[in-house]
């Protein structure tokens, strides 16, 4: 069926887009459009054109899969230059989201409608890229520079609403009345002499505060940080101010293709299509439909499980949550409560939504209670005999086909699954910290997990905004397992004359938002210490016998002011030096390099091993665990991405460079392999 079709309407032309699933203005599209348009051009029955689209929504844009080849004409921009010319008013009729190119299509048409939920924007920054069909030039024609700048920099699209007062959209209507509506605004359009052409447009842009790029860069400078595309957004935007059209649009022209040819932009494509593809299981086809969810069940109502619960009951879910004491109860709920308040205060939700997610959860505490849960998901102390008790009393409680999920960050699922009767309803859910909020979720599958199960975990995943990855019985995970192996070379670096300041700074300064050492004040140097066997035996022992048990304590690895904010600590180094001198090694200079390379590639090659156990589906599903889990830059792609983009053979390399420092690592086979044939682990 054709991708794109048209319907004369007496003198109106309508031009119907329709290519699932986003409606992507791939080449055979542009062809298709540029067709239409050509048509509408020189038939003299036709006074004016519709564009519509069919499905859920008008556009996400320009094809991305396209990216990186020739660019094939009609190109995006010569299309929309296309609609701009055309002598004939055009009026857009966006049913639903318009993104990146499908917005920059409206902005080439002459007036645009859009229904109540459309939401509009240029996200091509958060792909490295910028809008590159003219959505520089034209956006602060339309709206000015001061509503343009923040829409393309930022990359976040406005509602249908804040789009009409900017003058984005000239009117909203009714979805059911949206194409009728739209042929009577194009007819009422044909009989006028002159129609706004955005590229000509010269009333909005003139005015605007002549500080209004350096605020902006101020404003978003630590965001931006390291990042190609914000900064030439920017610049773009200003040269729209100063630069005619066509000297603004090369402009625009030459960025674009400097980016979308960039390590960065490749990066966050390659982050963009892996996040959707983690969603998919390998030999679970579309045809494992998901088991039906309704009420949620969650063991343990600390800061994880409160967490957990949140995410179900702002889904519209209901949660009956269970603790063992009346004041935790109280406590957990308090704090649940408190999170949802401070997001309404942020405007993220309203008062009633609140009452709302607050109403559905049910605090309990007796597991009886859980006995009609669909999903039942623990997080109580990550200690095997414990998570085994718990497991068999769910399994005597909950309804046969409830499902039992850990949400264990190390611990063994299938030892879990085998104190029940229904190990195939059993998996693990590893949330993180903080759990409301966290995107990622590693969905972990026992050997014996059934697929209606698994694809049941993935579709709530969705349900509850998370990006979902598909993680095989390691201790550890993908996430945890390969933070281990970094979190081996850092302790190492420091028995080796480094300190926490100087390994942190490397991984601030390859993009990270904390370092190691950070990270383990952050969460607390008490998690597993047991002040009543405490032996003194390593770093963290001792810190924590002194009292530095993090940031909550005032110190940790660094001090902390009342601000929060770390300082070096001589009484944490002076711990430090003395383990170290005690340690044997030879106290030397240890390079920036080094401590990169040290951290790093030893993650790529416990990734490479996960691989290559077959823990991990693809490389991309560790890329995304790391890049919504741990804080890994996306602009590097994540580490496998990174490790293919700098080189295999350099990896192994560096790894044999320090394997004498590194004992404990095994270097996987997997990249011995593709290191020798010129590999790649991402396709
Ligand atoms: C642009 O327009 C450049 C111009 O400025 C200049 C050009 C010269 N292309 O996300 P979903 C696939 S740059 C190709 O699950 P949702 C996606 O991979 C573009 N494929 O759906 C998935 O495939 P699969 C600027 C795309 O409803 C399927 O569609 N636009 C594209 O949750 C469903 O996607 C953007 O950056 C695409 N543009 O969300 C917007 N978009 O089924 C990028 C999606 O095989 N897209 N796919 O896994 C989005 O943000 C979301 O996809 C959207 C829908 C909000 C549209």
């Known amino acids: 069926m054709s991708k794109v079709t048209t319907q004369r309407e007496g003198n109106v032309l309508v031009v119907t887009l329709d290519n699932p699933p986003v409606n992507a203005f791939s080449t055979e599209v542009r062809n298709a459009m540029a067709a239409a348009i050509a048509d509408a051009a020189t038939d003299d029955a036709i006074e004016a054109v519709v564009i519509r689209a069919e499905g859920r929504m008008f556009s996400g844009g320009a094809d991305i899969t396209e990216f ?15 609609i701009e010319d055309l002598p004939k008013p055009v009026v857009i009729a966006l049913n639903g989201t318009a993104l990146g190119g499908g917005c920059e299509i409206a902005l080439g048409c002459n007036y645009r409608i859009a229904v109540p939920g459309a939401k509009i924007g240029l996200p091509e920054v958060k792909i490295g890229i910028l809008p590159g069909a003219g959505g520089t030039q034209r956006l602060p024609r339309v709206v000015g520079v001061e509503e ?4 393309i920099v930022t990359g976040n699209p406005v509602s249908a609403q804040k789009a009409q007062e900017i003058g984005l959209v000239d009117r909203i209507v009714a979805p059911e009345a949206l194409r009728d509506e739209a042929i009577a605004f194009a007819r009422e359009m044909a009989g006028r002499a002159e129609h706004p052409v955005s590229s000509r447009r010269t009333d909005r842009i003139g005015d605007y505060d002549a500080n209004v790029f350096n605020t902006f860069r101020a404003e978003h400078g630590r965001r931006l940080k390291g990042l190609d595309a914000p900064a030439k957004c920017i610049e773009a935007v200003e040269l729209a101010t100063r630069l005619p059209y066509d000297e603004g649009i090369a402009k625009e022209r030459e960025f674009f293709m400097e980016l979308v040819n960039g390590d960065q932009s490749r990066a966050l494509r390659h982050v963009f299509f892996a996040e959707r593809q983690a969603g998919k299981i390998d030999g679970v086809g579309k045809d494992v439909l998901p088991l039906p969810i309704r009420k949620v069940g969650v063991i343990g109502a600390g800061t994880m499980g409160g967490g957990i619960a949140m995410n179900f009951l702002t889904a519209g879910y209901d949660v009956v949550m269970v603790e063992r004491q009346q004041d935790a109860l109280d406590r957990g709920t308090a ?3 408190k999170n949802y308040e401070a997001t309404a205060r942020k405007g993220r939700m309203t008062a009633e939504q609140v009452e709302a997610a607050m109403g559905r959860l049910t605090p309990v505490l007796d597991m009886a209670a859980l006995a009609d849960c669909d999903l039942v998901i623990e997080a109580v102390f990550e200690l095997m005999a414990i998570k085994k008790d718990v497991f068999g009393q769910l399994d005597a409680i909950c309804k046969p086909e409830a499902i039992l999920a850990s949400n264990t960050s190390y611990l063994d699922v299938n030892a879990i699954a085998a104190c029940t009767s229904r190990p195939e309803q059993v998996l693990g859910l590893h949330f993180f910290s903080p759990a409301n909020i966290m995107r990622l979720l590693e969905v972990v599958r026992g050997d014996a997990t059934s697929p209606e199960v698994l694809a049941t975990a993935m579709d709530l995943a969705r349900k509850i905004g998370k990006v979902a990855v598909v993680s095989g019985v390691c201790h550890g995970f993908i996430g945890n397992r390969m933070l281990g192996a970094r979190q081996d070379q850092a302790n ?3 028995m080796e004359g480094a300190l926490p300041a100087q390994v942190d700074q490397v991984l601030l300064g390859f993009g990270f938002p904390m370092g190691p050492f950070q990270m383990a004040d952050l969460a607390g140097l008490d998690i597993g210490w047991d002040p009543d066997t405490t032996s003194s035996a390593t770093v963290r022992e001792v810190l924590c016998e002194q009292g530095r048990r993090g940031q909550k304590a005032g110190g940790g690895f660094y001090d902390y002011g009342a601000d929060r904010q770390r300082t070096p600590s001589e009484a944490a180094n002076a711990v430090i030096r003395d383990f170290a001198a005690r340690s044997g090694n030879e106290k030397r200079e240890i390079t920036d390099d080094e401590i990169r390379e040290r951290l790093l590639y030893p993650m790529v090659n416990e990734g490479a091993l996960i691989l290559e156990e077959g823990v991990a589906q693809r490389a ?16 590097t792609g994540g580490p496998m991405f990174w490790a293919d983009t700098i080189g295999l053979d350099k990896v192994l390399a560096g790894l044999e460079r320090h394997a004498a420092r590194m004992p404990d690592v095994h270097v996987s086979q997997l990249l ?3 290191a020798a044939s010129g590999g790649r682990f991402n396709g």
Do not use: C, F, Q
Not at 68 to 82: C, N, R
Not at 148 to 151: F, Q
Not at 620 to 635: A, E, F, L, Q
């Open 672 to 674: 011995r392999d593709k």
């Open 492 to 494: 190492a670096l420091l």
């Open 335 to 337: 704090i649940m409560r």
């Open 68 to 82: 990186g080849s020739a660019p094939v004409h009609p190109t995006l921009p010569e299309l929309i230059d296309a």
């Open 620 to 635: 991309g599903d560790i890329d995304t665990v790391w890049v919504n889990g741990y804080g890994w830059p996306p602009h």
């Open 148 to 151: 343009a700048l923040p829409i």
